[in-house]
């Protein structure tokens, strides 16, 4: 297992988690992108982080709440989530690209790719937010 999430659980509407993704893989640069599928949708790219430099990109319906960060000594991502509501009851799951050339792949892109693209992903946290 190449990623592995943790800190889902549940909370009331209003409340805040940290969710991380811990990568095993050793790699120089790749983008790690958080996505959240609910019961009956489509999952959804949320937000995204370059390993090396830190550019991130977020989806509109999370801006502004949600923050994607890194610890690169521990090759872990984290996405804090504030103000949750309960349509924000999902399973969290990340996912690796590993940048195998020069440049940097379209990283809003990345938040809309089939899952095939992505070289590593997780198992997933659950988040159940109550109202």
């Known amino acids: 297992v190449q990623l592995v999430e943790s800190g889902g659980g549940p909370v009331q509407a209003g409340g805040s988690l940290r969710l991380s993704c811990a990568a095993a893989?050793?790699?120089?640069?790749?983008?790690t992108v958080w996505f959240r599928q609910a019961p009956g949708k489509e999952r959804e790219g949320i937000a995204v982080i370059v390993s090396d430099d830190g550019t991130t990109v977020y989806a509109d319906s999370v801006k502004g709440r949600f923050t994607i960060s890194q610890d690169r000594a521990k090759r872990t991502v984290f996405l804090q989530l504030n103000n949750l509501k309960p349509e924000d009851t999902a399973l969290y799951s990340c996912?690796?690209?590993?940048?195998?050339?020069?440049?940097?792949?379209?990283?809003?892109?990345?938040?809309?790719?089939?899952?095939?693209?992505?070289?590593?992903w997780g198992q997933g946290t659950q988040v159940i937010v109550s109202s």
């Open positions: 893989f050793h790699f120089d640069r790749y983008a």
């Open positions: 996912a690796a690209l590993l940048f195998l050339g020069d440049g940097t792949p379209d990283l809003r892109h990345l938040l809309s790719s089939h899952p095939a693209e992505f070289d590593y």
